[in-house]
């Protein structure tokens, strides 16, 4: 049986209840370790959880306006949608404080792979190349 694509009204139901945003001070509950990057829109810092001490990374953004925090919200919430089950990346929790979005994912050590694409240009080992389409698939 072929599983059957859900409507709009659905599709917008389902992404309006994966993409969570909390709206009280993330400080509470993670501590800012050391900035580890910036991207297109976003700042990367390395953080630990209060609760537990685990790594991972946060992803600060100040949205220019209303559709581009809309932009972001979505995309949060289509990355919740996939990662039932065995995600790429897991998405620890997400809040809208302050006029600023903070995502919350797992830390990937590795980090961004261009850089060491570029360096080794494009000679990379093979079993480096399982590893990293394995965790990707």
């Given at each position: 049986m072929v599983n059957q694509l859900p409507s709009e009204d659905q599709f917008q139901s389902e992404l309006a209840k994966a993409a969570v945003f909390?709206?009280?001070?993330?400080?509470?509950?993670?501590?800012?370790?050391?900035?580890?990057?910036?991207?297109?829109?976003?700042?990367?810092?390395?953080?630990?959880?209060?609760?537990?001490?685990?790594?991972?990374?946060?992803?600060?953004i100040e949205p220019k306006n209303v559709k581009e925090r809309e932009i972001i919200r979505n995309e949060l919430?289509?990355?919740?949608?996939?990662?039932?089950?065995?995600?790429?990346?897991?998405?620890?929790?997400?809040?809208?404080?302050?006029?600023?979005?903070?995502?919350?994912?797992?830390?990937?050590?590795w980090g961004c792979l261009t850089p060491m694409v570029e360096e080794r240009r494009g000679n990379i080992p093979e079993n480096v190349c399982a590893y990293i389409l394995y965790k990707t698939l």
């Open positions: 909390h709206e009280e001070d993330p400080s509470q509950y993670y501590d800012i370790v050391k900035k580890i990057g910036y991207g297109g829109f976003a700042r990367v810092f390395l953080c630990k959880r209060k609760s537990d001490g685990k790594e991972c990374a946060l992803k600060f919430g289509i990355m919740n949608m996939c990662a039932e089950g065995d995600g790429v990346i897991e998405c620890f929790q997400a809040f809208d404080f302050k006029s600023r979005l903070w995502i919350f994912l797992e830390f990937m050590d």
